[in-house]
């Protein structure tokens, strides 16, 4: 249970702060027992006037102060945040980092007192409860599994994976996965506005179309995503033309494509992490 553990946040920037309202909104933890800090005070009072997190003055501060540490700051400051501080870590210390590219091995080598460490991946959707959240343990943290699933349960739906090829793909797939469909939502809506409707009208009926879909999708657990494509299929009708232009042009290939190059970039960050 995390009810009653204190929590605090590193940074409270964007990842952050759809943590903290997830947790909030779902009642999981008492705001009471938020804490974070931040490089600039401006975050911190959003997130002290919104949801009741105690603003603290120094990283240092929040460690001594909390048993669950969450690491939301950008990668590559994360080797200088917890350096200085690495001596106050012990035993009781629970640290997840949601850090891209940053193994549990480094955050290990950075912070070995710590007793346990966890690494996560939410996505933004986190917000509003609907994230996708990997995680893995490092090792000799697994008797923090259940403290870590507890924690992260109310973002989303969590997802186990093995450090490695599994949380590169979950990284790319539902961490950035989340603005590639952006991308795709607005050449949408840009085509249904050159059709004379207006940019308000034609943003619901892109959400609505993406959200219909997935809802769909969820609802219809048994049913496979290729069966539900073919029941709006009827052959040689609009969909399926649309869909044979879709095919030629091989928009699978650019989508792997585009994947591949996004896990290159995260081994690429990882690589970098890995020398500090
Ligand atoms: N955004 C996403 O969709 C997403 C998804 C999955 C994982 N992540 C991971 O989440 C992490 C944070 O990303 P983000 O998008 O939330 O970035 P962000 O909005 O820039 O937040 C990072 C925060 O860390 C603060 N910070 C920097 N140095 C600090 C220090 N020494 N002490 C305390 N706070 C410090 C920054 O303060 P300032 O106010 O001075 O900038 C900033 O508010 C990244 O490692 C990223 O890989 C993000």
New binding site residues.
């Given amino acids: 249970m995390i009810k009653n553990r204190k929590i605090g946040f590193?940074?409270?920037?964007?990842?952050?702060?759809?943590m903290i309202k997830a947790l909030v909104d779902s009642k999981s933890v008492d705001a009471g027992n938020l804490f974070a800090?931040?490089?600039?005070p401006?975050?911190l009072k959003k997130v002290e006037e919104l949801y009741g997190v105690h603003p603290l003055a120094t990283?240092e501060d929040l460690v001594d102060t909390c048993e669950i540490i969450v690491?939301?700051?950008?990668?590559q400051?994360?080797a200088?945040?917890l350096e200085p501080i690495a001596s106050s870590f012990h035993q009781g210390h629970l640290v997840i980092?949601?850090?891209?590219?940053?193994s549990t091995e480094s955050l290990q080598r950075l912070i070995p007192n710590a007793g346990g460490i966890a690494r996560?991946?939410?996505?933004?959707p986190a917000t509003i409860r609907k994230a996708v959240v990997g995680y893995c343990l490092a090792e000799n943290s697994s008797a923090y599994q259940g403290t870590v699933e507890d924690f992260l349960k109310p973002l989303g739906i969590v997802v186990p994976a093995d450090e490695g090829d599994q949380f590169v793909a979950l990284?790319v797939s539902c961490?950035?996965g989340?603005?590639f469909v952006f991308e795709i939502m607005q050449y949408w809506q840009e085509w249904v506005e050159e059709h004379g409707f207006d940019p308000e009208t034609a943003r619901k009926m892109v959400v609505q179309t993406f959200l219909g879909a997935a809802e769909l999708a969820a609802a219809a657990e048994s049913t496979s995503i290729q069966e539900l494509q073919d029941r709006v299929v009827s052959k040689k009708g609009v969909t399926f033309a649309g869909l044979q232009s879709m095919r030629e042009l091989e928009v699978e290939r650019a989508l792997r494509y585009s994947f591949e190059k996004a896990a290159l970039r995260d081994q690429e960050i990882s690589r970098g992490t890995a020398k500090q």
């Fill in positions: 590193i940074g409270a920037g964007n990842m952050a702060q759809a800090t931040n490089r600039s401006g975050k990283n690491v939301a700051v950008k990668p400051d994360l200088p945040v980092s949601v850090a891209a590219g940053f996560a991946m939410p996505n933004t990284t961490g950035s989340t603005g």
